[in-house]
T-cell receptor, first 113, second 115 residues
Framework: AQSVAQPEDQVNVAEGNPLTVKCTYS??????LFWYVQYPNRGLQFLLK??????LVKGSYGFEAEFNKSQTSFHLKKPSALVSDSALYFC???????????FGTGTRLLVSP | DAGITQSPRYKITETGRQVTLMCHQT?????MFWYRQDLGHGLRLIYY???????DKGEVPDGYVVSRSKTENFPLTLESATRSQTSVYFC??????????????FGPGTRLTVT
């Protein structure tokens, strides 16, 4: 079965510093990977996806993610964090042959001023 | 442009009662999903639907019933609520596009408390 793992429950970073939120995946076949963000008391918002092509995927709000096949990773990155980036971030992978997504347990990002 | 809406946003109910959570989307997406979000578990799929009158179980379907008589609506019913069903419930929709993109779009959620 397809799965993703987010090894960090929380990531702390100072405003203006680069941030990385980690995700590793386990799939059979080609991976279809996603990042979502959830702000307090809101639903999940789509940030970006990797289907095929360039290993560096650019998404909303200045976020990008790097697909690394050899390390089976899909880490979310941003060059300069903002306090407003503080939120819960979910990595997800498409389930084999289905429209379903399998989500990780989430990583809380806290950006301090 | 309403997108995807859920009602109610907050609900408190008693153990054993039946409760229905509503989900409505305005995009005419084929696929709709119900998830529950619990601390330490992330999002877990309860049920999904590929089209009107086509539904299937997800990871945690026990105690829940769904129906989809119209493309735009996908209600979730807890037939006899239990305290373990206290959670935040999210509805989502998606459409298969050329190239196989599968991103899902989420509603704002319903916070359900079972006392």
């Amino acid at each position: 079965a397809q799965s993703v793992a987010q090894p960090e429950d929380q990531v702390n970073v100072a405003e203006g510093n680069p941030l990385t939120v980690k995700c590793t995946y386990s799939v059979s076949g080609n991976p279809y990977l996603f990042w979502y963000v959830q702000y307090p008391n809101r639903g999940l918002q789509f940030l970006l996806k990797y289907i095929t092509g360039d290993n560096l995927v650019k998404g909303s709000y200045g976020f990008e993610a790097e697909f690394n096949k050899s390390q089976t990773s899909f880490h979310l990155k941003k060059p300069s964090a903002l306090v407003s980036d503080s939120a819960l971030y979910f990595c997800a992978v498409r389930d084999t042959g289905f429209q379903k997504l399998v989500f990780g347990t989430g990583t809380r990002l806290l950006v301090s001023p | 442009d309403a997108g995807i809406t859920q009602s109610p946003r907050y609900k408190i109910t008693e153990t054993g009662r039946q409760v229905t959570l509503m989900c409505h989307q305005t995009w005419s997406h084929s696929y709709m999903f119900w998830y529950r979000q619990d601390l330490g578990h992330g999002l877990r799929l309860i049920y999904y639907s590929a089209a009107a009158d086509i539904t299937d179980k997800g990871e945690v379907p026990d105690g829940y019933v769904v129906s989809r008589s119209k493309t735009e609506n996908f209600p979730l019913t807890l037939e006899s609520a239990t305290r373990s069903q206290t959670s935040v419930y999210f509805c989502a929709s998606s459409e298969v596009k050329a190239g196989g993109t599968y991103e899902q779009y989420f509603g704002p959620g319903t916070r359900l408390t079972v006392t």
